[in-house]
C-alpha cells in the first residue's frame, strides 16, 4: 500500500527552488569563537551515538564542534565511529576535519575570518554571483536523477527508478527547458516534448538548478539573514561558510502536492548555510532546508543540497551545478482494517523521498544528448572501519 502511494504521489520544486537565498542590506554577519572547551574524543562519541535513533540531532552536533573545536587527533578508529553512526554523513565529515585541521594549525588556511572579512567576502560573492549569471552561454547537460524511497524517517533507501533528462538552457526563451529521455535505461517515446518541467514521469522532481538559481541566491527582495558560521576545504578550495534564514512572507521556495486539478500549492522559508570561495568569492555549495509550511500541507519538509564546480562550455569555464540532492518529508492520512477493533482506522504515516541527481557533459546548446547511465552514480569511497 505504502508502495502505491510513492510511485503516485507527485512532488515539484519550482523556480529555482533547489537554493534560493539572497543577501540582505543589513545582513548580520557574527563571528563565532568557541566560548567552551575544546570537545574530547570521549565527549564527541557519546554525541554521535545518539544519531542512529535521533539523526535530527546532526545540525546541533555540528554547531558543536564548530563552537568548541576538538582537542585530539582525528584517528582512523574515531572517522570509523562517526561514519558508522551518522550514515557517512559528508558534512558531519566534513566538519570534523576541518576542526581537526584547525587544531593543527589554528592560524593557517583554516583560521576564522574576521568580521571585516566575512562582509567582504559576501559582498563580492554577491557582486560576483549576479554578474556571472548574466553571461552564461546556451547549453545542454545530461542530468541524472535516481531516486529512492523510504519508510518514515529512517533512510533505508530503496531505490524506485532512474531518469535520464536532457536539460537545455536558452536565455533567449526564458531559462532552463527539460526533456525526459529514458527511465530505466529504456528510451521513452519520439514524441517527448521540451517543456518547463518533467513531470510526466510522476514522482517527485524538481526545477531550476541553472540561472535562476545562481540570480535569487543574492536578490536582495528576499531579505536573507546571513551569519558566517565557519570555514571548509571544499574540492582543495578554501570556503567561508554562512548561516541564513529566510522568512516564509518572501516565497522562498514553492512546492506543489499532486497532478492536474487535485494538486496543490504552498511557499515556505528556509533555513540553510552557503559555502563561499574565500578568494574568487563564488558559491561553491548550498543546503538548506525549507520552514514554515502551512498546516495540514502534506510536504512536511524538503531539505535540498546542491554543488557547484567549474565547467567547460565553448572552452570557457562556468560555474554549474555537477550534483543536487532533494529530500522530500511526506505525511500522508493511511487507512487499513484492525482487526483488534473490528473496523477501520485511519493513522498519518510519514514517508520521504529523494532525487540524487548528477549533472553530466556540459555542451553548447545544440548539441546531442546520449543516454549513457555507467558510472555516473559512483558513491564516495566508505569510510574504513576502525
Same mark, same amino acid.
Given at each position: ?31 563565532? *569563537?568557541?566560548?567552551? %572547551? ?14 542512529? $535513533?535521533? !539523526? ?41 576535519? @576541518? ?6 594549525? !589554528? $592560524? ?37 536523477? =535516481?531516486?529512492? $524511497? ?21 536565455? $533567449?526563451?526564458?531559462? @532552463? ?35 535562476? *538559481?545562481?540570480?535569487?541566491?543574492? %536578490? ?29 512572507? %518572501? ?26 570561495? =574565500? @578568494? ?17 500541507? !502534506? ?21 554549474? /551545478? ?19 477493533? @473490528? ?38 569511497? /566508505?569510510?574504513?572501519? /576502525?
Amino acid at each position: 500500500m505504502l508502495q502505491r502511494i510513492f510511485t503516485s504521489a507527485f512532488f515539484q520544486t519550482l523556480s529555482g527552488a533547489l537554493l534560493f537565498v539572497a543577501l540582505s542590506v543589513n545582513c548580520a554577519v557574527a563571528q563565532t *569563537m568557541p566560548q567552551q %572547551k575544546p570537545l574530547t574524543s570521549q565527549e564527541l562519541v557519546r554525541l554521535v551515538y545518539q544519531l542512529p $535513533s535521533q !539523526p535530527q540531532k546532526r545540525d546541533e552536533i555540528i554547531e558543536e564542534i564548530r563552537r568548541r573545536g576538538i582537542d585530539f587527533e582525528l584517528t582512523t578508529g574515531i572517522r570509523g565511529v562517526v561514519a558508522t553512526k551518522s550514515g557517512n554523513d559528508p558534512l558531519l565529515r566534513r566538519t570534523l576535519e @576541518e576542526a581537526a585541521r584547525r587544531r593543527v594549525n !589554528p $592560524s593557517g588556511a583554516t583560521a576564522r575570518p574576521t568580521d571585516a572579512e566575512a562582509l567582504d567576502v559576501l559582498e563580492r560573492a554577491r557582486k560576483a554571483t549576479l554578474a556571472a549569471a548574466g553571461g552564461l552561454p546556451d547549453f545542454v547537460v545530461r542530468q541524472l536523477v =535516481r531516486r529512492s $524511497s523510504a519508510q518514515g524517517e529512517t533512510h533505508n533507501w530503496k531505490q524506485q527508478d532512474q531518469l535520464v533528462v536532457a536539460t537545455s538552457y536558452r536565455e $533567449s526563451t526564458g531559462g @532552463e527547458q527539460y526533456k525526459l529521455l529514458a527511465v530505466n535505461g529504456l528510451p521513452t517515446s519520439e514524441g517527448a516534448r521540451e517543456g518547463d518541467a518533467y513531470n510526466q514521469v510522476g514522482g517527485s522532481t524538481s526545477t531550476g538548478e541553472f540561472a535562476s *538559481m545562481l540570480l535569487k541566491l543574492f %536578490k536582495p527582495e528576499f531579505e536573507a539573514d546571513f551569519q558566517a558560521a565557519d570555514t571548509d576545504t571544499l574540492r582543495g578550495r578554501r570556503t567561508l561558510i554562512y548561516n541564513f534564514t529566510v522568512k516564509k512572507e %518572501k516565497n522562498f521556495n514553492y512546492v506543489i502536492y499532486g497532478r492536474g486539478e487535485g494538486s496543490r500549492t504552498t511557499t515556505s522559508g528556509a533555513r540553510g548555510r552557503v559555502w563561499i570561495d =574565500r @578568494e574568487l568569492f563564488r558559491v561553491l555549495r548550498v543546503e538548506y532546508v525549507t520552514t514554515e509550511h502551512d498546516s495540514g500541507f !502534506p510536504i512536511r519538509q524538503v531539505a535540498n543540497e546542491v554543488d557547484l564546480d567549474w565547467v567547460t562550455i565553448n572552452e570557457k569555464k562556468y560555474l554549474l /551545478p555537477v550534483a543536487a540532492e532533494v529530500v522530500f518529508t511526506t505525511a500522508e492520512p493511511f487507512t487499513y482494517y484492525d482487526p483488534r477493533v @473490528e473496523r477501520n482506522v485511519t493513522e498519518m504515516r510519514t514517508y520521504q523521498t529523494r532525487n540524487e541527481i548528477r549533472f553530466r557533459n556540459y555542451q553548447r546548446f545544440g548539441s546531442e544528448v546520449k543516454i549513457i547511465e555507467e558510472g555516473d552514480f559512483e558513491d564516495e569511497p /566508505p569510510a574504513k572501519k /576502525p
